[in-house]
């Protein structure tokens, strides 16, 4: 099956800096890949749609000055947690449609935030 | 908007039992997924059903579709403790692709 990686699988950071998680289709091509994120003994909950070519579309309630996303290529988007609190910490799952096979989800293995 | 609801929210069997989890949702939509996570992992894709009354089976685990109850169930045949895990059903929200997940069922197997 297809494979979507992410990159770090965790991080530690200090309150106030940021960090950049990257999301990658390794053997297909997707124009819209997802973002959610999923709090301790929680569901996911989807932050943003990344859009390969033009801006992204963030849910009601999601910052989008604060989550910035870029979808450079059709094989990677990437989501930056910019001045990152102690809240922020959550684990960041990305998803991505293959172009050919719009009804298959693929998620990555997910990133795992802790701000300190 | 698409809203999705599972039940039960926390299931504890025994082995050899059979039971069920239901995911009901609110709005029309053409895909509903099931999958399972292990604690600490991400998600593992169990089952995609596109149409009404689909029915798909792997192993002990079958999922159900009936999209005019706009209801899924996923049925779990002679437990076994290695199928302790989370489960989610997810819709798919039309024209946008993106999921919208129930709460999801922790599951726990017990000998």
């Known amino acids: 099956g297809a494979v979507v990686s992410q990159h770090p699988s965790w991080v530690i950071c200090k309150s106030g800096t940021s960090v950049k998680i990257e999301c990658r289709s390794l053997?297909?091509?997707?124009?819209?890949m997802f973002w959610y994120r999923q709090f301790p003994k929680q569901s996911l909950m989807l932050m943003a749609t990344?859009?390969?070519?033009?801006?992204?579309?963030?849910e009601q309630g999601v910052e989008k000055d604060k989550f910035l996303i870029n979808h450079a290529s059709l094989t990677l988007s990437t989501l930056t947690v910019t001045s990152a609190h102690p809240e922020d910490s959550s684990f960041y799952i990305c998803?991505?449609?293959?172009?050919?096979?719009?009804?298959?989800?693929?998620f990555g293995p997910g990133t795992r935030l802790t701000v300190t | 908007e698409l809203k999705v609801e599972q039940n039960p929210l926390f299931l504890s069997m025994q082995e050899g039992k059979n039971y069920t989890i239901y995911c009901n949702y609110s709005?029309?939509?053409?895909?509903l997924y099931w999958y399972r996570q292990d604690p600490g992992k991400s998600l593992e894709s169990l089952f995609v059903?596109?149409?009404?009354?689909a029915v798909k089976q792997e192993g002990r685990l079958m999922a159900s579709l009936d999209t005019k109850a706009r209801l899924s169930t996923l049925h779990i045949t002679a437990a076994v403790h290695d199928l302790s895990a989370t489960y989610f059903c997810?819709?798919?929200?039309?024209?946008?692709?993106?999921?919208?997940f129930g709460k999801g069922t922790k599951l726990s197997v017990k000998p």
């Open positions: 998803s991505a449609p293959p172009v050919t096979d719009s009804y298959e989800q693929y």
């Open positions: 990344s859009n390969e070519g033009s801006k992204a579309t963030y």
């Open positions: 053997d297909f091509q997707a124009t819209t």
């Open positions: 997810a819709v798919a929200r039309r024209l946008l692709g993106n999921l919208i």
């Open positions: 709005t029309t939509s053409d895909r």
């Open positions: 059903l596109l149409s009404n009354g």
